[in-house]
Every structure is written in C-alpha cells, then in structure tokens.
Nanobody, 125 residues
Framework: QVQLVESGGGLVQAGGSLRLSCAASGRTFSNYAMGWFRQAPGKEREFVAAISWSGGNIYYVDSMKGRFTISRDNAKNTVYLQMSSLKPEDTAVYYC??????????????????WGQGTQVTVSS
C-alpha cells in the first residue's frame, strides 16, 4: 500500500507561483512513475504532468508546458509540481498519483493505482 499526501496548495493571484509537493510512503517510491492531475468543479479529472521512475522522462499537457515543472527527489520520496504564471483557469483540486508498475499510461488516470487526497489551488483574477 502506498500513501500519498499533497501539500502546498492555496490562494494566489493571477501571475503568481506555487509549488506543490507530494510525499509518498513506502521504500519503493523510486520505482514508481508519478503523475499530477487536476479537477475543477463540474469537470473531469485532467492530466497535468508525469515523470518516470528515474526522472528521465517527463510529460506535460501542451497548455502547461513552460509554466509547470514536475520533478522528483527519490531520496525524500517526494514529487513536486512547480507552477508559475498561474491563471484563474488553473483553479482546481490537484492530485498526485503513483503508478507502481510503470505502465506507460502517463496521460490517463486509469494508469495510476494510488492517489492522494488532493490539494486546492485557487487563482484569483
């Protein structure tokens, strides 16, 4: 069983930045692909970014390239999402997710087995 705990969400003005963290339990974190998703009210959960177990492969949704950066520190069992130039449409609950089998299905929620509880990000205009 893997537990994921997100932190770092909050209220920020448009144009501002936030860094989300996701701390994972378990000694095999370094073997997991990790992803970030978000869900706004009334909308489906959508892919934001993913990083392979080694950090050697990184994936973003096109609309977030250049504004969001995913990274991981396997020594700390933590994955990060640095968000900059935030826009009101980035407002959502942000979830981290773990794929312990490295299925390669980075873009789909179905590719992840474990999920955190989410952290709210609100961007005011």
């Amino acid at each position: 069983q893997v537990q994921l705990v997100e932190s770092g969400g909050g209220l920020v003005q448009a144009g501002g930045s936030l860094r989300l963290s996701c701390a994972a339990s378990g000694r095999t974190f370094s073997n997991y692909a990790m992803g970030w998703f978000r869900q706004a009210p009334g909308k489906e959960r959508e892919f934001v970014a993913a990083i392979s177990w080694s950090g050697g492969n990184i994936y973003y949704v096109d609309s977030m390239k250049g504004r969001f950066t995913i990274s991981r520190d396997n020594a700390k069992n933590t994955v990060y999402l640095q968000m900059s130039s935030l826009k009101p449409e980035d407002t959502a609950v942000y979830y981290c997710a773990a794929d312990p089998v490295n299925s390669g299905s980075y873009y789909s929620p179905a590719g992840y087995r474990y999920w955190g509880q989410g952290t709210q990000v609100t961007v005011s205009s």
